[in-house]
Protein backbone atom coordinates (compact mmCIF):
# COMPACT_ATOMS: atom_id res chain seq x y z
CA UNK A 1 0.00 0.00 0.00
CA UNK A 2 1.27 3.54 -0.75
CA UNK A 3 1.96 6.08 2.37
CA UNK A 4 -0.88 8.10 1.54
CA UNK A 5 -3.31 5.12 1.19
CA UNK A 6 -2.32 4.08 4.50
CA UNK A 7 -2.31 7.22 6.08
CA UNK A 8 -5.80 7.78 4.26
CA UNK A 9 -7.21 4.60 5.78
CA UNK A 10 -5.95 4.65 9.53
CA UNK A 11 -7.12 8.65 9.55
CA UNK A 12 -10.61 6.66 8.53
CA UNK A 13 -10.24 4.36 11.13
CA UNK A 14 -9.86 6.75 14.00
CA UNK A 15 -13.52 7.45 14.58
CA UNK A 16 -14.88 9.46 17.64
CA UNK A 17 -17.40 6.66 17.77
CA UNK A 18 -17.01 3.49 16.40
CA UNK A 19 -20.00 1.20 15.40
CA UNK A 20 -19.49 -2.73 15.36
CA UNK A 21 -21.59 -4.61 13.81
CA UNK A 22 -22.48 -8.67 14.05
CA UNK A 23 -24.55 -9.95 11.72
CA UNK A 24 -24.88 -13.67 9.20
CA UNK A 25 -27.48 -15.80 7.08
CA UNK A 26 -27.46 -19.47 6.56
CA UNK A 27 -28.31 -19.56 2.81
CA UNK A 28 -27.08 -21.05 -0.20
CA UNK A 29 -24.66 -18.63 -1.91
CA UNK A 30 -22.70 -19.15 -5.37
CA UNK A 31 -20.00 -16.97 -7.20
CA UNK A 32 -18.03 -17.06 -3.87
CA UNK A 33 -15.31 -15.40 -5.73
CA UNK A 34 -17.39 -12.56 -7.59
CA UNK A 35 -19.38 -11.76 -4.57
CA UNK A 36 -15.74 -11.75 -2.76
CA UNK A 37 -13.93 -9.17 -4.41
CA UNK A 38 -16.82 -6.96 -4.82
CA UNK A 39 -17.73 -7.12 -1.11
CA UNK A 40 -14.08 -5.93 -0.35
CA UNK A 41 -13.80 -3.03 -2.70
CA UNK A 42 -16.86 -1.86 -1.24
CA UNK A 43 -16.13 -2.28 2.82
CA UNK A 44 -12.83 -0.66 1.67
CA UNK A 45 -13.75 2.12 0.19
CA UNK A 46 -16.05 2.58 3.28
CA UNK A 47 -13.08 2.59 5.68
CA UNK A 48 -15.03 -0.44 7.03
CA UNK A 49 -12.56 -3.25 9.44
CA UNK A 50 -13.09 -6.25 10.55
CA UNK A 51 -13.91 -9.71 8.79
CA UNK A 52 -16.41 -11.52 6.83
CA UNK A 53 -16.31 -14.68 6.09
CA UNK A 54 -17.96 -16.19 3.01
CA UNK A 55 -19.00 -20.09 2.33
CA UNK A 56 -21.57 -22.14 0.13
CA UNK A 57 -23.59 -22.52 3.48
CA UNK A 58 -23.78 -18.11 4.09
CA UNK A 59 -22.32 -15.03 5.49
CA UNK A 60 -20.59 -14.09 8.79
CA UNK A 61 -19.11 -10.95 9.60
CA UNK A 62 -17.83 -8.54 12.38
CA UNK A 63 -17.06 -5.51 11.13
CA UNK A 64 -16.68 -1.91 12.34
CA UNK A 65 -16.69 1.83 11.02
CA UNK A 66 -18.57 4.85 11.20
CA UNK A 67 -22.96 4.70 11.93
CA UNK A 68 -23.38 6.21 7.95
CA UNK A 69 -20.99 3.86 6.71
CA UNK A 70 -22.32 0.39 8.31
CA UNK A 71 -25.50 1.80 7.24
CA UNK A 72 -24.54 1.77 3.93
CA UNK A 73 -22.76 -1.46 4.01
CA UNK A 74 -26.49 -3.24 5.34
CA UNK A 75 -28.12 -1.42 3.05
CA UNK A 76 -26.52 -2.92 0.21
CA UNK A 77 -26.05 -5.96 1.40
CA UNK A 78 -29.65 -6.39 1.76
CA UNK A 79 -30.00 -5.80 -1.85
CA UNK A 80 -28.35 -8.61 -2.92
CA UNK A 81 -30.16 -11.67 -3.91
CA UNK A 82 -30.69 -13.87 -0.90
CA UNK A 83 -29.07 -11.60 1.83
CA UNK A 84 -32.05 -9.63 2.47
CA UNK A 85 -33.22 -10.40 6.66
CA UNK A 86 -29.50 -10.52 7.70
CA UNK A 87 -29.03 -11.26 11.57
CA UNK A 88 -27.86 -8.07 13.07
CA UNK A 89 -26.47 -6.86 16.23
CA UNK A 90 -24.79 -3.52 16.70
CA UNK A 91 -22.64 -2.24 19.67
CA UNK A 92 -20.33 0.80 19.97
CA UNK A 93 -16.83 1.90 20.85
CA UNK A 94 -14.61 4.83 21.16
CA UNK A 95 -11.45 2.94 20.04
CA UNK A 96 -10.50 0.70 16.78
CA UNK A 97 -11.92 -2.88 17.71
CA UNK A 98 -10.03 -4.30 14.14
CA UNK A 99 -6.93 -3.24 12.32
CA UNK A 100 -7.52 -4.78 9.04
CA UNK A 101 -9.73 -5.74 6.60
CA UNK A 102 -10.70 -9.58 5.47
CA UNK A 103 -13.25 -10.80 3.35
CA UNK A 104 -12.58 -14.92 3.17
CA UNK A 105 -13.53 -17.59 1.37
CA UNK A 106 -14.09 -20.25 3.49
CA UNK A 107 -15.37 -24.02 3.80
CA UNK A 108 -17.82 -23.22 6.79
CA UNK A 109 -18.95 -19.83 7.92
CA UNK A 110 -18.74 -21.37 11.56
CA UNK A 111 -16.35 -24.64 11.53
CA UNK A 112 -17.79 -27.61 13.04
CA UNK A 113 -16.09 -29.90 11.11
CA UNK A 114 -19.66 -31.41 9.68
CA UNK A 115 -20.41 -29.94 6.07
CA UNK A 116 -23.54 -32.45 6.18
CA UNK A 117 -24.98 -30.32 8.33
CA UNK A 118 -27.34 -27.58 6.37
CA UNK A 119 -29.28 -24.74 8.39
CA UNK A 120 -30.83 -23.49 5.27
CA UNK A 121 -32.78 -26.54 5.31
CA UNK A 122 -33.28 -27.85 9.21
CA UNK A 123 -32.94 -25.74 12.58
CA UNK A 124 -34.09 -25.62 16.30
CA UNK A 125 -36.91 -22.86 16.71
CA UNK A 126 -35.71 -19.14 17.40
CA UNK A 127 -36.88 -17.97 20.78
CA UNK A 128 -36.91 -14.70 20.85
CA UNK A 129 -34.56 -13.00 23.67
CA UNK A 130 -37.95 -11.50 25.66
CA UNK A 131 -38.97 -15.00 25.80
CA UNK A 132 -35.68 -16.22 26.82
CA UNK A 133 -36.37 -16.19 30.60
CA UNK A 134 -39.28 -18.14 30.59
CA UNK A 135 -37.67 -21.26 28.89
CA UNK A 136 -35.05 -20.80 31.39
CA UNK A 137 -37.10 -21.26 34.01
CA UNK A 138 -39.24 -24.27 33.21
CA UNK A 139 -37.96 -27.13 35.46
CA UNK A 140 -37.13 -29.44 32.74
CA UNK A 141 -35.56 -27.66 30.16
CA UNK A 142 -32.04 -28.33 29.48
CA UNK A 143 -29.94 -25.32 28.61
CA UNK A 144 -26.46 -25.48 26.86
CA UNK A 145 -23.76 -22.82 26.08
CA UNK A 146 -21.97 -23.91 22.68
CA UNK A 147 -19.27 -21.75 23.16
CA UNK A 148 -15.80 -22.13 23.86
CA UNK A 149 -14.35 -22.77 27.89
CA UNK A 150 -12.70 -19.27 28.33
CA UNK A 151 -16.15 -17.29 27.04
CA UNK A 152 -18.26 -19.66 29.52
CA UNK A 153 -15.87 -18.93 32.03
CA UNK A 154 -15.92 -15.57 32.00
CA UNK A 155 -20.28 -15.55 31.68
CA UNK A 156 -22.82 -17.49 31.41
CA UNK A 157 -26.58 -18.17 32.25
CA UNK A 158 -26.75 -19.71 35.74
CA UNK A 159 -28.07 -23.59 34.52
CA UNK A 160 -26.53 -24.03 31.31
CA UNK A 161 -24.79 -26.93 30.68
CA UNK A 162 -20.70 -26.44 29.55
CA UNK A 163 -19.00 -28.55 27.05
CA UNK A 164 -16.09 -27.16 27.78
CA UNK A 165 -14.43 -26.89 24.05
CA UNK A 166 -11.58 -25.55 22.60
CA UNK A 167 -13.69 -24.61 19.22
CA UNK A 168 -16.89 -25.51 17.55
CA UNK A 169 -15.69 -27.99 16.14
CA UNK A 170 -15.27 -29.86 19.03
CA UNK A 171 -19.37 -29.76 19.77
CA UNK A 172 -20.37 -32.43 18.09
CA UNK A 173 -17.55 -34.99 19.63
CA UNK A 174 -18.78 -33.65 23.23
CA UNK A 175 -22.60 -34.38 21.75
CA UNK A 176 -22.02 -37.90 21.50
CA UNK A 177 -19.45 -38.95 24.06
CA UNK A 178 -21.36 -36.81 27.04
CA UNK A 179 -24.68 -35.45 26.25
CA UNK A 180 -25.96 -38.71 24.67
CA UNK A 181 -24.31 -40.73 27.67
CA UNK A 182 -26.56 -37.95 30.16
CA UNK A 183 -29.43 -40.67 31.65
CA UNK A 184 -31.80 -37.86 32.27
CA UNK A 185 -31.45 -37.12 28.46
CA UNK A 186 -33.41 -38.63 25.31
CA UNK A 187 -34.39 -37.72 22.29
CA UNK A 188 -37.63 -35.64 23.44
CA UNK A 189 -35.80 -33.57 25.83
CA UNK A 190 -36.29 -29.85 25.75
CA UNK A 191 -33.36 -28.32 24.98
CA UNK A 192 -32.10 -24.67 24.77
CA UNK A 193 -28.79 -23.63 23.15
CA UNK A 194 -27.51 -19.96 23.25
CA UNK A 195 -23.83 -18.11 21.83
CA UNK A 196 -22.69 -14.72 21.48
CA UNK A 197 -24.36 -13.79 18.08
CA UNK A 198 -26.71 -16.93 17.48
CA UNK A 199 -24.69 -18.59 14.27
CA UNK A 200 -23.06 -21.31 16.28
CA UNK A 201 -26.30 -22.22 18.51
CA UNK A 202 -28.65 -22.15 15.46
CA UNK A 203 -25.66 -24.47 13.56
CA UNK A 204 -25.69 -27.02 16.76
CA UNK A 205 -29.77 -26.98 16.22
CA UNK A 206 -29.42 -28.34 13.30
CA UNK A 207 -27.03 -30.81 14.11
CA UNK A 208 -28.98 -32.21 16.84
CA UNK A 209 -32.24 -32.37 14.59
CA UNK A 210 -30.38 -34.16 12.62
CA UNK A 211 -29.63 -36.48 15.44
CA UNK A 212 -33.38 -37.33 15.95
CA UNK A 213 -33.74 -34.71 18.40
CA UNK A 214 -36.76 -33.18 18.45
CA UNK A 215 -37.61 -30.10 21.04
CA UNK A 216 -34.63 -28.05 19.77
CA UNK A 217 -34.27 -24.41 20.71
CA UNK A 218 -31.85 -21.64 20.40
CA UNK A 219 -32.03 -17.81 21.42
CA UNK A 220 -32.60 -15.66 18.53
CA UNK A 221 -29.58 -13.30 17.94
CA UNK A 222 -27.74 -14.82 20.96
CA UNK A 223 -26.43 -13.22 23.64
CA UNK A 224 -25.73 -9.29 22.52
CA UNK A 225 -29.47 -9.53 20.83
CA UNK A 226 -30.67 -10.57 24.58
CA UNK A 227 -28.84 -7.76 26.24
CA UNK A 228 -30.07 -5.33 23.63
CA UNK A 229 -33.36 -6.53 24.14
CA UNK A 230 -33.66 -7.65 28.05
CA UNK A 231 -34.04 -4.80 30.94
CA UNK A 232 -31.22 -5.20 33.58
CA UNK A 233 -33.44 -6.02 35.93
CA UNK A 234 -34.89 -9.25 34.19
CA UNK A 235 -31.46 -9.95 32.67
CA UNK A 236 -30.49 -13.65 34.27
CA UNK A 237 -27.00 -13.19 32.26
CA UNK A 238 -23.72 -13.60 35.46
CA UNK A 239 -20.42 -12.59 34.42
CA UNK A 240 -19.80 -10.72 30.95
CA UNK A 241 -19.43 -11.95 27.69
CA UNK A 242 -16.77 -12.37 25.29
CA UNK A 243 -16.21 -10.46 21.88
CA UNK A 244 -13.63 -11.80 19.26
CA UNK A 245 -12.11 -8.22 18.91
CA UNK A 246 -10.07 -5.79 21.14
CA UNK A 247 -12.87 -4.76 23.74
CA UNK A 248 -12.77 -8.33 24.84
CA UNK A 249 -15.83 -8.27 26.55
CA UNK A 250 -19.29 -6.82 27.44
CA UNK A 251 -21.26 -5.91 30.01
CA UNK A 252 -25.21 -6.48 30.02
CA UNK A 253 -25.26 -2.87 28.88
CA UNK A 254 -22.93 -3.74 25.94
CA UNK A 255 -20.06 -1.34 27.04
CA UNK A 256 -16.58 -2.79 27.03
CA UNK A 257 -16.02 -4.75 30.46
CA UNK A 258 -13.21 -5.36 32.84
CA UNK A 259 -11.09 -8.15 31.17
CA UNK A 260 -7.75 -7.78 28.85
CA UNK A 261 -6.53 -9.69 26.51
CA UNK A 262 -3.43 -11.98 25.65
CA UNK A 263 -2.29 -10.88 22.74
CA UNK A 264 0.06 -13.66 22.35
CA UNK A 265 -2.79 -16.16 23.07
CA UNK A 266 -6.14 -14.02 22.53
CA UNK A 267 -7.34 -15.29 25.62
CA UNK A 268 -9.34 -13.35 28.05
CA UNK A 269 -7.39 -11.90 31.31
CA UNK A 270 -8.54 -10.85 34.69
CA UNK A 271 -6.54 -8.97 36.74
CA UNK A 272 -5.30 -11.34 39.05
CA UNK A 273 -3.76 -12.78 35.57
CA UNK A 274 -2.30 -9.68 34.90
CA UNK A 275 -0.23 -9.23 37.98
CA UNK A 276 0.80 -12.80 37.53
CA UNK A 277 4.31 -12.88 37.35
CA UNK A 278 3.69 -15.47 34.13
CA UNK A 279 1.96 -12.18 32.39
CA UNK A 280 4.17 -10.44 30.29
CA UNK A 281 2.34 -7.56 27.54
CA UNK A 282 2.23 -9.07 24.26
CA UNK A 283 4.52 -11.93 25.03
CA UNK A 284 2.85 -14.61 27.52
CA UNK A 285 0.34 -14.94 30.04
CA UNK A 286 0.03 -17.32 32.81
CA UNK A 287 -2.38 -19.28 30.00
CA UNK A 288 0.18 -19.98 27.80
CA UNK A 289 3.11 -19.25 29.70
CA UNK A 290 6.10 -21.70 28.15
CA UNK A 291 4.24 -23.00 25.27
CA UNK A 292 5.65 -20.61 22.38
CA UNK A 293 8.26 -21.40 20.25
CA UNK A 294 11.24 -18.98 19.64
CA UNK A 295 10.34 -18.13 16.58
CA UNK A 296 6.56 -16.70 17.87
CA UNK A 297 8.43 -15.23 21.12
CA UNK A 298 10.81 -12.96 18.31
CA UNK A 299 7.61 -12.00 16.91
CA UNK A 300 5.60 -11.18 19.80
CA UNK A 301 8.61 -8.96 20.84
CA UNK A 302 9.16 -7.33 17.80
CA UNK A 303 5.44 -6.50 17.65
CA UNK A 304 5.22 -5.58 21.21
CA UNK A 305 8.25 -3.18 20.22
CA UNK A 306 6.57 -1.22 17.41
CA UNK A 307 3.19 -1.00 19.72
CA UNK A 308 5.41 0.61 22.67
CA UNK A 309 6.79 3.02 20.01
CA UNK A 310 3.66 4.06 18.48
CA UNK A 311 2.20 4.52 21.78
CA UNK A 312 5.59 6.94 22.99
CA UNK A 313 4.58 8.70 19.45
CA UNK A 314 1.14 9.70 20.14
CA UNK A 315 -0.27 6.72 16.91
CA UNK A 316 -2.57 4.06 16.53
CA UNK A 317 -0.40 1.04 15.68
CA UNK A 318 -2.82 -0.47 12.84
CA UNK A 319 -2.16 -2.85 10.35
CA UNK A 320 -2.61 -2.27 6.37
CA UNK A 321 -4.44 -3.09 3.69
CA UNK A 322 -4.55 -6.93 3.65
CA UNK A 323 -5.31 -8.97 0.73
CA UNK A 324 -8.68 -11.27 0.35
CA UNK A 325 -8.09 -14.87 0.15
CA UNK A 326 -10.14 -17.00 -1.05
Known sequence: MKNSEE????????????IIASFYKFVPISN???????????????????????ADE???????????????????????LNLNGLQIRYSEDTSVPFHRLRVRIKKEIVTMGKQAIDPTSKVGAYVHPLDWNSLLEEENTVVIDTRNHYEVEIGTFEKALNPKTNSFRQFPAWVVGTLEKMPAINKESKIAM????????????????DRGYKN????????????????????????????????VA???DLRPGKYSMCHACRMPLAQTDLDSKKYSPGLHCPKCYGTHSEKQVKRFKDRQRQIELSNLRGVKHLGGRVKQDG
Open 216 to 247: IFHLEGGILKYFEEVSDEDNLWNGECFVFDNR
Open 250 to 252: LKK
Open 58 to 80: GINGTIAGSKSSIKDLYQWLCGQ
Open 194 to 209: FCTGGIRCEKATSYLK
Open 32 to 54: LKKLQTILYDFCWGLGISGTVLL
Open 7 to 18: KEYAHSCIDEKY
